[in-house]
């Protein structure tokens, strides 16, 4: 079965920058569309980047120009480079596939506070 384990997250300033990693058992990144999602107290999750097999990437809007999604199919690991954070982008990040069929990983926790 396949396990995501997310890392990378902490405590940083508004305008700061974190690069997450996620970490994938099993030979799937090259299938799948890879998605990074988060989720915020009180707030349902929600999908914030993609990047299918095929090269391509999309985002939600209140991301885009700010984080860029990357994976290694070969290591079978997916990137997200966060810069220009904001308090409204703390909450708990995790990567799964696009659409999330997969078991959630227990992800990794991002605070943007002064």
């Known amino acids: 079965q396949v396990q995501f384990v997310e890392s990378g997250g902490g405590l940083v300033q508004p305008g700061g920058s974190l690069r997450l990693s996620c970490a994938a058992s099993?030979?799937?990144?090259?299938?799948?569309?890879m998605g990074w999602y988060r989720q915020a107290p009180g707030k349902q999750r929600e999908l914030v980047a993609t990047?299918?097999?095929?090269?391509?990437?999309n985002y939600a809007d209140s991301v885009k120009g700010r984080f860029t999604i990357s994976r290694d199919n070969a290591k079978n690991t997916v990137n997200l480079q966060m810069n220009s954070l904001k308090p409204e982008d703390t909450a708990v990040y995790y990567c799964?596939?696009?659409?999330?069929?997969?078991?959630w990983g227990q992800g990794t926790q991002v605070t943007v506070s002064s």
């Open positions: 099993g030979s799937i990144f090259n299938i799948y569309t």
């Open positions: 990047d299918t097999s095929g090269g391509s990437t």
């Open positions: 799964n596939v696009d659409p999330p069929l997969l078991p």
